[in-house]
């Protein structure tokens, strides 16, 4: 089965992290966003992923390559950030009259995504939400989807679409996105994918929808440090690396590439590869690749790839490739 996955975006919220890593190679709880989504992808049988690239774009496909080559990974480079329709329409020639999954990139889930898949009808993810002015809402009825809204000013419903789609033919979807794009219809300045949903509606393609478990927000610093709580408390988390008068305090994540000494680890931490910390004490916090903490005193932060960090720091946020002393 295929998966389309739009990665395009240059995730100006989560800055300076985005500067040198695309923001779905984010690590958290143990993975990158992207790979947390492949993963669930690939238990409910997905063998075949089309990325939808942009900004840093080769880092994503040669990640993904890498990183699951039991899985067939191609790609469409998004010119033109004008809305997530055009994104999936960038799939056709990757896209075969078969079912078919959209998945957008930044969007983390609990769900049986089996459900997602359904013979005789298209389904999409939703989940209850407070304000659904921020989101595309489907209008339920009767146990079908009666219709699309992008971001109501008005209320019509409050099951907003989280960003899972699945469609009973890829080809259909193409179509319908196709032609979207060709009437020049767009809402909010883009063409967007509940439009091209609307017309198949339309015209008779039945939808229904599923409520997911779980729907975590990875936009900003600080929803991504919530997640990465909510994620090691889901999946236990694991201590692995070199370990030395190290005090664990569950749930962590440590890759097993990483040099811990005389430090306290915990609760909520992620450490990737080619870390090393010492004689210091860290807590709710995501620390990246090649990164050195030394005589450190961190929380509720965010560290980059290959920064070199000491002294007293408290609470802080950083790119990679930097080096503090406080």
């Known amino acids: 089965m295929h998966a389309i996955i739009p990665v395009a975006g240059k995730g100006t919220r989560m800055r300076p992290f985005t500067w040198s890593v695309p923001k779905v190679l984010i690590r958290l709880a143990g993975n990158t966003m992207l790979g947390h989504i492949i993963d669930e992808l690939k238990a409910s049988g997905i063998d075949h992923i089309t990325l939808i690239v942009g900004y840093l774009g080769d880092e994503i496909v040669d990640w993904a390559k890498k990183n699951y080559p039991e899985i067939q990974v191609d790609f469409a480079i998004q010119k033109k950030m004008d809305g997530l329709a055009s994104a999936v329409n960038l799939a056709s020639p990757m896209t075969a009259d078969e079912k078919t999954l959209v998945v957008l990139g930044d969007t983390l889930f609990s769900a049986d995504l089996s459900l997602a898949f359904n013979d005789k009808s298209n389904m999409i993810a939703v ?12 209008v339920y009825d009767d146990n079908r989807v009666k219709r699309f809204v ?3 000013q008005k209320f019509v419903s409050d099951l907003a679409i989280v960003g899972i789609y699945g469609f009973i033919s890829g080809s259909e979807l193409m179509d319908a996105t196709y032609r979207l794009i060709e009437s020049g219809k767009k809402t909010g300045g883009e063409f967007q994918l509940t439009d091209a949903m609307q017309l198949m509606l339309e015209e008779g393609h039945p939808f229904g929808c599923f409520e997911v478990d779980g729907w975590y927000d990875c936009g900003k610093p600080e929803t991504i440090l919530k997640t990465n709580r909510i994620l090691l408390d889901l999946k236990k988390g694991s201590s692995a690396g070199d370990l030395k008068n190290v005090v664990i305090v569950p749930p962590v994540s440590i890759d097993g590439n990483v040099k811990i000494e005389s430090s306290v680890v915990g609760p909520y931490v992620s450490i990737a590869s080619g870390s090393e910390v010492r004689n210091t004490i860290v807590r709710n916090a995501i620390i990246g690749c090649g990164t050195n903490l030394t005589d450190v005193n961190i929380h509720d932060s965010i560290i980059g790839n290959e920064a070199d960090i000491s002294g007293n720091a408290v609470r802080i946020n950083v790119g990679s490739s930097c080096k503090i002393e406080i």
Do not use: A, Q, T
């Open 150 to 152: 992008e971001k109501p």
């Open 127 to 138: 989940k209850k939400v407070e304000d659904p002015r921020r989101f595309g809402v489907v």
